[in-house]
């Protein structure tokens, strides 16, 4: 059931077109920094989009300006999260997704902001990720930053099954709404 799932969702992401992502991604952005959460975060950390996800590489650029910018780096396998001052001077990584040369610390209780990639994300901020285990891993050490998926809102579901180590997001950032996780 999880894979046909996550099979659907992922086919109907794939075929969507760059046009409709660029515009859907930007509807995203403006709907992310509209959220309190995020206008009052001073370090954010993103995700760097790859293939068919929403696209956060002009997220990121446009955040430059009042934000200290975060993006993770693949070491073995866990997330290192680094500091950038320069989103074009990134190197293919793990997967062929662009991550910093070098690690620039940062301690995970300064990252007020955490916005996280999924396939799938349900009304709870659970989600289905690609399957590898890094971001429960890496949000179960930043307890304290608020979390936020982006998805397209076809990718948002009522209910996903869960398990214990699952780290729900607080927040999902679609085109069309902002999704506060109801906590049952």
Known sequence: MKNQLKEAI?????????????????????????????????????????????HTHNMIRNSFRNKTIVIPKVMQHEIEPSVIIDFDNLISGKFGIPEPIEIMKIAYKNINLVLVPGIVFDMEGHRIGYGFGYYDKFLRKVHKAIKVGLAFDFQVVDKLAHEEHDVPVDFVVTEKRIIERTKN
């Open 10 to 54: 992922l086919e109907k992401r794939n075929s969507l077109s760059k046009e409709e992502i660029s515009e859907y991604s930007k509807k995203i952005e403006n709907n992310l920094i509209n959220l309190e959460q995020y206008k009052k975060s001073k370090t954010v950390m993103f995700f760097v989009s790859f293939n068919s996800e929403v």
